[in-house]
Structure formats: C-alpha cells, structure tokens
C-alpha cells in the first residue's frame, strides 16, 4: 500500500467537536482547503490516511481512515509536528517497533494511527473491511454485526462522509436483505453496517411475490455480486397479523392493504392448525420459509446458488432483544 498523505484533524475553533481536516503530505508538504475533508468527530473520527494523487482538486482515489505510516521515522516526525496542536484526546506511544497515536472519541471509538514494522498495522477502527467472498463469511459478518447491537456495542461504521465519497463512485454491497417495512427494523441499524453494504428490499410482510421485488434482489446479486440474500422476518409484525385476520375472521383491509397480506396467505394456511397463541410466530416463521423456498426458485437465483455465487437464508429478528434468530 502506497501512503502518500496523512489528513489529520487538530481544530476545533468554536468547540463545536466538528473537527476540521488538514491534509499533509508525509515529505512537509501541505495542500489548501479543497482537499480536506471534514471529519465530525461525533462520527468517531479524527485521523485519516488519503491514498492516491490529486486530479485538479478531486482525489482520483478513496479515502480510508486508519493510518499506517511508511517508517518510524515518518510517524516521529509526524507526532512532534502534532503535538505542538496540544489535543488533548491524543495519546502518543513511542517504543522501539512501535510509535503511534491512540485517538479516543467522546464514545469510547479508538482510531490508533501507527508505524510498526511488523507489519501488524493497527486498523482499530479502519471502516474499510474486506468483503466477505463467500456466502458463509458474509452470513458471519452479519451475525457479528448483530452481535455487537445486540450488547450495544455498535461501531456504526462506514457512515461518514468519506464513505458517502468513496461508494458515490460505484456499489458492492455484499449481501441483500429482503425485510419488512416494519419502523423498528432497519437493517444497517441491526446489523451495524454502512453506507454502500446492504441492497436492502423492504416491503409489509417481507414477501416476494411480485416480479418487481425479485427483479430488484436479481439485479443486485447479478449486477453487484452480493453474495447472500437474507429473508429477514420479526416478531409482531403488523402485516403477518393482518393476514392472520384476513384468513380467521374474514377481515378485508382497506385500500390495497390486501396486495400487502394476500402473499402471507399461504403461510398461515400452513400453519393454521397450530394452538392459537402460537399461530402469529408460527406464521411468520412459516412466511420467512416459505419466502426463502420460493426465492430458491427463481431461475436466476437457483444458478447463483448452485454455482455456489449464493447463498439464501431465512431469519427472524427480535424486536426486544435485537437479536436475529435463523430459522
Ligand atoms: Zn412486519
């Protein structure tokens, strides 16, 4: 990896915690306002590391933060020409293989910014991660995500405005969510992803019964390459219980809430044998399956999965806990 300049963050004119981003080269130099970038801090940022050469005033090339530096040397001379700023969140190290910087936000996010010459680089909080290449590791990658929201760990990564540059200029999200419309199921949210990681199709029920919704997960895992495609349901869902209605009371939903809840139908027709307090988990489980199965067979999707390109999942979130549960 070529590092050509580090941009760093050192004022704070009206104590406002929104840092404003230098950018310095590595051999002294310095380059006016329309390079840098603003970083808020609340974002949990305050060094970051900017590959690649100029083109007039754009970067021709992302930004990632996290920083490793070319020598000792380099990052010494970088911390004496810091420390002269006096910001108080950084903490410096100086030892015989390693010198860095630990920067702590107000949440407890650490970016640490080294040399080491053992190549084990601190990327503490590099948001930039490796895409999964396989169905298995992105379905693990997601897990973890979830894991941290659930312990209230969240990193919330790749949310700031580099990110927002860097995937302006092109897409891979790695897997695609299918999910309920549901308020308090957002899919970045539970399983503390970024801008640019999920192809996410929402729609009340979590159903795929129309060409334009299959068409729309077809496009992503053909164009994009996502690798997973999770049929994600939830507990208490509003959509689910309404076909329940529908299907043991006769109800009839107004407007054309009946496109929402006819597709669950068959779901609940499955099931519906069960005891009635555990008729709506039942249905809804029985939705995320049937959703799944039907999914498998979409000609596009089966060849992605045979050819090994896919993978399909069914899960159920919950609500209270946060957590997702496969079914
Ligand atoms: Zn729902």
Redesign the pocket.
Known sequence: MLITHLGLTVRDPDRSRRFYLDVLGLDGSAYPEPWGFRVDLRDGFMLALIRGEPAGAELVRAVHFGAALSSAGAARELRDRLRGHGVPEIEWEDADDYVGVKVSDPDGYVVELAYEPRSRLAFAAAPNVPSPKNGDEALARLLAGNKRFVQGKTQSPRRDSVRRTEVAQGQKPFAIILT???SRLAPEVVFDEGLGDLFVVRV???TAPDPMLIGSMEYSALTFGSILLMVLG?DR????EAALDVVTKGSVPPGEIGAATAPIVPAIQAVQGRPADQLLDAAIQENVRQTVQRLGQVPTLAELVQGGKLKIVGYEYDLHTGKVTAI
Request: hydrophobic letters at 25%.
């Open positions: 309920c419309s549901d009340a029920g979590n939830h869902c509003g959509a689910v």
